[in-house]
């Protein structure tokens, strides 16, 4: 299975945009890169994915980096409701969540 | 926009006694799954169900556990006789089953059970 590598906790000043990133250098050809969000004891929350090409939908941006060996996900004007545990996940039939990153949002 | 729902939202047992998690996942979808998450802890999955059989499990989900899927919209997870580590926060999720681009799970709200 592809492994992931995320910092464990970022911090971003409200308003700015929050980067994201994710290593996942033993990624195979055909496996996409999913970001997923837990806002405290709420459902994993879906947000994005990607295969090489950068992604943009309502909630947030996905670089990916052309050789796929790296991903960063951008929240272009963080809010506080933003704060949660973010993951990267490249397998998604049977999702194994690592540490994740917690994001703090500061006023 | 459909959503993953399930109830109870908490469930409060003795431990000994049966419980059942119940999920509606998205109408479409064909793949379910169960995860838990124990207080300060991983979501970690518990099993997967496709075509009315169990496709993949953890080591968690021992034969104290089982899974249903009654009707066309019901997907069930039993817990035979609860035990004090089975607290938790129980997750239902649902994917279509198809092209990769479809390959997106969708959790529901959770169900916090606690065994006394």
């Known amino acids: 299975d592809a492994k992931t590598t995320q910092p464990t906790s970022m911090d971003c000043a409200e308003g700015r945009a929050a980067n994201l990133p994710c290593n996942h250098s033993t990624i195979s050809g055909n496996e996409y890169v999913y970001w997923y969000r837990q806002i405290h004891s709420q459902g994993p929350q879906y947000i994005i994915h990607?295969?090489?090409n950068n992604e943009t939908n309502e909630m947030a941006s996905l670089i990916i980096t052309e050789d796929r060996k790296s991903s960063t996900l951008i929240l272009p004007h963080a809010t506080l409701r933003d704060t949660a545990v973010y993951y990267c996940i490249v397998r998604v039939d049977k999702i194994i969540f690592g540490k994740g990153t917690r994001l703090h949002i500061l006023p | 926009e459909p959503e993953v729902t399930q109830t109870p939202s908490h469930q409060v047992t003795q431990m000994g006694q049966e419980v059942i998690l119940r999920c509606v996942p998205i109408s479409n979808h064909l793949y379910f799954y169960w995860y838990r998450q124990i207080l300060g802890q991983k979501v970690e999955f518990l099993v997967s169900?496709?075509?009315?059989?169990?496709?993949?499990k953890s080591e968690i989900f021992d034969d104290q556990f089982s899974v249903e899927r009654p009707d066309g919209s019901n997907f069930t997870l039993k817990i035979r006789s609860t035990k004090l580590e089975d607290s938790a926060m129980y997750f239902c999720?649902?994917?279509?089953?198809?092209?990769?681009?479809?390959?997106?799970?969708?959790f529901g709200p959770g169900t916090r059970l606690l065994v006394l």
């Open positions: 990607g295969l090489k």
């Open positions: 169900f496709y075509n009315n059989e169990i496709s993949e």
């Open positions: 999720a649902s994917r279509i089953l198809g092209l990769a681009e479809q390959e997106t799970q969708y």
